[in-house]
């Protein structure tokens, strides 16, 4: 990994070189380490919360699927807020500490949370904080780095971010095997991660001031960018394929169901995804520079589709589990960060951050659907058939969002 110090794009090899070494911005290493910071924080909940709701709180499929689809879904709501909020005032960095910071405060709130209601409220809170944040997050980004790597660029963010990822599960089952049951002290520790990773985005991490600060953009042009012709197509590839994307959280469900492993073990299947995501993710980011990112987006899905599949074999074992960790690392480095390198350059510079926010709210709408869909599927039919279903559609779907994405980012497409 190549780190500059100067925070704008461009930035090359000493001279006498014998080619240009493109670098990665100082920015984005450090909106990476406070991602890192977070998402230890977000991951030590998330990975106990699916057998933390259906074991201890006592939730039904139908409940948690609707619980988990308002994780997935809830942030909809305000991304494009978030993102034209960062696109107005040319200051997305205070944008994106809002939403760090009521995802921070929503950690300690897990504490007093009992009821399914109270939890659903804490939950909301937080995703309501990462659709605040996480477009002018990637606005910042983009106005950091090369256009000719962005890929690279959102490569090395999901890396750091997906570090945290595979350590937090691994920090709440530490706590969970020294105290068996002691969710509270996940709750506590989770909060400090989080006032970390927000005093790093203050005091270290530069306010940049992008290129739609100074063109001071109206909400009609923000609007219409948005829904523009060139976004239309990725845009609907998204949606159709985020309506097949089923929860993290019932995957790992499915498998525990299948395999009946000890409860205490659940959250190292979030660490065996994770460390797949970031070992894959800046080669995946790469090889979307060099083919298309539109073409690494879809052969995610691919990946996905072997994982519905294994995931749904009525035998397990541990190498068909690593299997699905596997793909579900292949799916998330090939999409996650590649969507909003894609799309922030089929939009202007101006309209970064809401074009990046659309292309979020559509994804986290349609999961929001898929995760409802599949919980209510799973109390009739279980989870096996559950996932061979999505699996055959997801088939279906993949090849028609390809011809949508045909030469969406080809160089006369993308200037």
């Not at 300690?108 to 399914?116: K, Y």
């Not at 559609?393 to 949508?404: D, E, G, I, M």
Request: charged share 15%.
């Amino acid at each position: 990994m190549y780190v500059s110090l100067r925070d704008r794009p461009g930035a090359d090899a000493a001279p006498g070189a014998g080619r240009t070494v493109r670098r990665v911005s100082s920015t984005v290493v450090l909106l990476g380490i406070v991602s890192l910071l977070t998402d230890v924080s977000s991951e030590m909940v998330a990975s106990v919360l699916p057998l933390y709701l259906t074991a201890a709180v006592g939730l039904s499929p139908v409940a948690y699927g609707f619980l988990d689809g308002t994780y997935q879904g809830v942030s909809a709501f305000v991304r494009i807020a978030g993102g034209y909020a960062g696109d107005r005032g040319g200051h997305p960095k205070w944008v994106a500490v809002l939403g760090y910071g009521a995802s921070a405060l929503s950690r300690i709130a897990m504490l007093p949370a009992a009821g399914f209601a109270a939890i659903t409220g804490v939950v909301t809170a937080d995703r309501l904080g990462k659709g605040l944040r996480t477009a002018p997050r990637d606005a910042l980004i983009a106005e950091a780095s090369d256009p000719a790597t962005l890929g690279r660029s959102f490569g090395v963010h999901r890396a750091l971010d997906t570090c945290g990822a595979a350590l937090g599960p691994l920090v709440a089952f530490a706590l969970l095997a020294s105290v068996p049951g002691s969710y509270d002290s996940i709750f506590v520790v989770s909060f400090a991660f989080a006032l970390a990773g927000l005093a790093v985005l203050v005091l270290f991490v530069p306010n940049l001031r992008t290129a739609a600060g100074a063109a001071r953009v109206g909400l009609r042009r923000a609007l219409r960018e948005v829904g523009g012709r060139k976004l239309r197509r990725p845009l609907l590839a998204a949606g159709v394929l985020g309506l097949l994307t089923v929860g993290d959280g019932f995957i790992y469900l499915s498998l525990q169901n299948r395999d009946d492993f000890a409860a205490g073990y659940f959250p190292l299947l979030y660490v065996g995804t994770n460390v797949a995501y970031l070992a894959l993710a800046v080669p995946m980011g790469r090889l979307a520079d060099r083919v298309g990112r539109g073409r690494v987006l879809v052969a995610g899905h691919g990946a996905l589709f072997a994982c519905y599949l294994m995931a749904a074999l009525p035998a397990g074992g541990i190498g068909l589990t690593l299997g699905v960790l596997l793909l579900l690392g292949v799916f998330y480095a090939a999409t996650d960060g590649v969507l909003p390198a894609l799309i922030s350059r089929l939009v202007p510079a101006e309209t970064r951050g809401s074009g990046i926010a659309a292309a979020q709210t559509v994804v986290a709408l349609a999961r929001f659907a898929s995760s409802v869909l599949f919980g209510l599927l799973w109390s009739l039919q279980g989870p096996s058939r559950s996932l061979v279903l999505f699996a055959v559609v997801l088939a279906l779907v993949v090849p028609v969002a390809a011809w949508l994405l045909r030469g969406i980012d080809r160089p006369e497409v993308a200037a």
